[in-house]
């Protein structure tokens, strides 16, 4: 089963788009931008894990990752 969220690669600028099942949330620059987003879309504190791979994929690095090429 793939996560319903996916943080796509870093660009060039170093920000990552976040989608949730399909639908683009936004660019994310770093991890709090992440969480920010999670809430937004309903997610509570104590629900946003953003080490949890049954939650998020992350694509072209973790959440330690926000440099692109």
Do not use: Y
């Amino acid at each position: 089963m793939t996560p319903p969220i996916v943080v796509h690669p870093p660009d060039a600028d170093g920000g990552r788009r976040v989608m949730a099942h399909a639908e683009f949330l936004g660019r994310a620059f770093r991890r709090e931008d992440v969480a920010a987003f999670l809430r937004h879309v309903g997610l509570s504190d104590d629900e946003i894990q953003l080490d949890d791979p049954n939650l998020i994929e992350w694509r072209g690095g973790g959440p330690d990752v926000w440099h692109g090429g």
